[in-house]
C-alpha cells in the first residue's frame, strides 16, 4: 500500500507540475475562472478535470465555504481552467440578413454531463445600439423564455458597436465605435454548453455596475477588489444581503470610465429564465452559470444611463400607467383581526385629517386563509365599507395567493372545484395529477390568532397552483375574480406568495429524482436546492416544466390578474406582485416584500427602489415603518418622510406588531407625517407625468444621481440620496438620533423644497440641517413643476387648482410639462383622451402651451405660480397682457408668488 501511495503522489505531482507551467501561470488572481463551481472541490477533483489547482491564502477555503450564506469572501478559486482547454472552434461563418451566423464544434466534452458539441451562434444587429448574441443547439430545440420580444430580421444600417469574432478558440469580441472601449469579450474563459450547465464570461469595461435584482444590496457593485457571487431563483424570503430574493432581473448597467471625457454606460440583458449565478470579479470580468434554456444576451450601448434603460424596455417591454389614486397614500396591515379594529383605523385616520387613497386588508380578512373569501363573522359589513369609501373617492385592495385549498368539502368552494373540471392547476411529473403543497389556506381562525408562526406549520392547508401560463387559466382565474367582485367591489388586487411560495420543500408527497429535480449542478440558491420552499422543478405547466418556467410565475400570475381586473372593472388595473421579471412593470407594481423595522432595511429601500426602476417596474415602494419587528415613532416617521417620495407609498405592518398607521402616534409626530404626505399629494401631478413619460418614453420615475451628473465622479455610489424625474432631490434621514444629514448636492442650481431657498454651496457634500420634523427635498433650476392644492384625497382633490412651482436655472429660464387625464380609463391615451401642456419660462415670461387639450369632462385652473431665483425684485406681473396685481415677492428668498 505505502509503495503505491508513493507512485501515485509522484504521478500527480507531474501532472500538477506540466499544467502550471504550461497552461497556469495566470500571474493575477483575478484572471482566474471557476472550473469547479460545484461545492466541495479538492485537487484531486479539480486535476481529473484536467484544470489547474493552486491554493492561494484565504481563512475561507472552498471546502468549507458555506454555500448558505453564499459568502465567497475573498475566495478566488483554487481550482481554475487551463489556456489549453477544450474550446470551440468556428466552423463555418455566413452573412445574413440579420448580421451572421456562425457553427461553431468542440472535439470532445469535458466536465459536465450532456455537452452540446455542434452549436450555432447568432450575431443579431438589432438597432445601431442593440446588439444580440444567441447560442444555440444546431440540431435539437431547447427551451426558450416565453417574453415577447422584438423580431428584426434585418440587420441595422449604421451601429455604434463593432463585432468581430475569432476562430480558434471561439470567443466573440464588441467594442465601442467611438472610443474603441471594449463592451463585451467572451475570450477571458471557455464556453461550457451541456444540457443543463452554460457558463460563459465576459470581460468588463469596469468594476462598476448597478443592476441585478431582486437582492438586497447597496446600489453600487464595486467589484474593484472583490469577487460576488450573485443567485438568481425566486425564492419566498426576508430581503437579506447576499441570497436569492423574489424577484428575477438579470440585467445591469455598466459604467464605463473614462479620465476627462463624458462617461458613456452600457449594458447586458441576459434573456434567461433558469436558475442562475452571475459571479463577478476584479479582473473585472462577469461570468454567467444557468441551468437550461440558451444563451440569448442583449447588449445596449446607451450611450447614457437613461438610454441604456430604455433599449432595455424596447425589449422586455414599457411600464403600465397606473390608475391616479394608486398614486396616494396605502394602508395596510396584518391583523386587522376584524372590521371593528379596520373601522376604528380608518375612523382616526379621517379625525386625524390625513390624506388618504386606499386601504387594504391582508390574508386575516380572508375565511381560513381562503382565496376569494371574507371572514363574515369577524369582517361582518365590509363589502359596504368597501362602497363606503368608493362614496368618498376612496378605494380598496384585497389579497390572493396563488396557492388554491383542495381540502373543501365538494361542491362548497368552486375556486378549487371548478379549477379541477377545467384541468388549469399544475400538475406532478408527467402525470395530469395536480401537485399538491401546503401555503395559507384552510388553516382555522384559532390558529391565525397564534402569533408564533411556527404553530402555523402543524395545522396547514393543502394547496394546488394554478398554471398562469396556461391560456385557459386566464378565463377561470377572471371568472373566480369577477364573481368574487361581485361579492366585494375591490379595486386592486395584490399578488403575495407568487414565488411560488410552499411551506414543503417540493411537495406534499416530495419530488423526483430525475435530473430536473437533481440537475448536475445546482446554482447557489438559499437552501441549497431548487425545491427549498417551492414546488418540485419538474412539476409540469402548460409551457414547459417549473425548472424552466419557475422565475416566470410571478410574471404570468401578474399577466393574468391585471387582464382580469381590465375585463371586471372596465378601468385601468392596480396590482401589486411580490415576484417579478423583466417585462413585470407592463402589469404590476411591486414591493421590496417581508422588510423589518430597522433603519438598516429603511436605507436598503432607496437602492431597491432605484432599481427596480431600471428593471421596468418603476411603481415601487418598500413597506413604510417596516413590516416585521416592532417600529418606534422616530423611524416610523423618518420612514413615513421618506415614503412620500417613494413611487408607491405604502405603510403595512405584520402580524402581532403594535398599529403602526399614523394617527396612532404622538400629537408631533403625526403633525410631521401630515407634512409628509401634503407635499406627496402636492406633486402628485408632477409624478403622473413623470408615469406617462415611464410609460411612452421609457423613463425611470426615480434615478440614482449618477445618472443625471455623470462626471461628477463622486456620484458614482450614491444611494442614500435620490432624484424623482430629473428635479427633484431627495436626502432623507436615515440615521437614528441623527439632526444633520451629511449630503451631495450636485453641480447645479438647487433651491429647498418648499421654502424656495437657494442653496448657496453646490458640487460639494454638506451636512444639511434635518431635525425630525424635516425631510430635505430640493428642486433643480431649470424645471417648472406642476402641483395641485391637496384635497382629502387624490380624486377629490383633481378639481382644486393646480400650482406652478418654477425653479430658474443660473440663466433664468425653466421648462416642464403636464400629462392629465381622467385618472383610471384604460385608453386615454390611445383614445388621446387627454391633456398634455408645456410650460417654459424664457426672458420672464411664463408660457402654457396646450399640445393636446381633448380631455375637457373637468376644467383645469391654475392657482397659484411661484417662481424661484429672481436675483432683483420682481415690480410687475403681467397675465395675459394685463397688468396682475396680485403678487408676492419675497426679498430675502428671491421668490416671487402670484395667483
Ligand atoms: C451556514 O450558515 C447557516 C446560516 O447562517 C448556518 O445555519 C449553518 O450552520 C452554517 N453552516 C456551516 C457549516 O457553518
Ligand atoms: C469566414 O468565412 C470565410 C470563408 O467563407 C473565411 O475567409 C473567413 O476567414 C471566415 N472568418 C472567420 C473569422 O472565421
Ligand atoms: C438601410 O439603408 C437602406 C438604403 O439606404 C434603406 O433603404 C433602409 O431602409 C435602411 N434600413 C434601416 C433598417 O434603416
Ligand atoms: C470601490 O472599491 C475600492 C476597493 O475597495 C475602493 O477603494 C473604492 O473607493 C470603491 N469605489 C467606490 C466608488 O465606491
Ligand atoms: C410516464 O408515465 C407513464 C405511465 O405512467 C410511464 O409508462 C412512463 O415510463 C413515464 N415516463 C417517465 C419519463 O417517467
Ligand atoms: C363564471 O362562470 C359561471 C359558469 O360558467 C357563470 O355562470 C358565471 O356567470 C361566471 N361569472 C362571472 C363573474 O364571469
Ligand atoms: C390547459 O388547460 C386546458 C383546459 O382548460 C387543459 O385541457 C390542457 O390540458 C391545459 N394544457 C396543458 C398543456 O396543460
Ligand atoms: C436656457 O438657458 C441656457 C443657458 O443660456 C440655454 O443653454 C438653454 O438652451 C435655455 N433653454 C431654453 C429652453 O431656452
Redesign the pocket.
Known sequence: MAHFYVVKCIVMLFFVYYVCAQQCDHTVEAARFDCHPEPFVSQHKCLTRKCCWKPVSSLITPANKNRSTNSFGENVPWCYYPRDFPMYQ?K???STAFGQR?TIVKQQSTYMPNEILHLTVDLLYETSQRFRLRIYDSTNKRFEVPLPVPVVETKANATDYEV????APFAILVKRKSTGLTLFDSSVSPLIYADQFIKFSSRLSSSFLYGFGEHQQPLLINVTNEWKKLTFWTRDFPPTQQVNLYGVHPFHINVEMKSNSPTNFHGHFFLNSNAMDIDLQPLPAITYTTIGGIIDLYLFTGATAQDVIQQYWDVIGKPAMPPYWSLGFHLCRYGYNNIDNLRAVIQRMHDSEFPYDVQWTDIDAMLSHLDFTYDQTQFTGLPDLVRSFHSEGKHYVNIIDPGISKTQPSGTYPPYDDGLKRAIFMTKFNSTEPITGKVWPGMNRRWARLVDSHHYFLHLGLTVFPDFTNASTIDWWTNITGTFHDTIPFDGIWIDMNEPSNFVDGSHDGCTDNSLDKPPFIPHVLGDSLSAKTLCPSAQHALSFHYNLHNMYGYFEAKATNLALKTIRRKRPFVLSRSSFPGSGQYTAHWTGDNRATHEDMYFSIPAILSFNMFGIPNVGADICGFELETTEELCTRWMQLGAFYPFMRNHNDLGHRDQDPAVFSWTAQQIMKQALLMRYSLAPFWYTLHHQAAMTSRTLVQPLHFEFPNEDITLGIDRQFLIGRAILVSPNLVSKATTVHAYIPQDVWYQFPSGIKMKVVGTFTDLDAPLDKINVHVRGGFIIPMQIPGANLMTGRGNPFTLLVAQSASGNATGNLYWDDGDSIDSIETKAYNYLEFSLVSGVLTINAIVGSYKDSPMRLGIVQVLGFSKAVTSVTVNGNDHRDFFYNIPDQVCSSS
Open positions: 468556428i463555418t461563418n455566413e456562425l468581430s469574432f475569432s476562430q
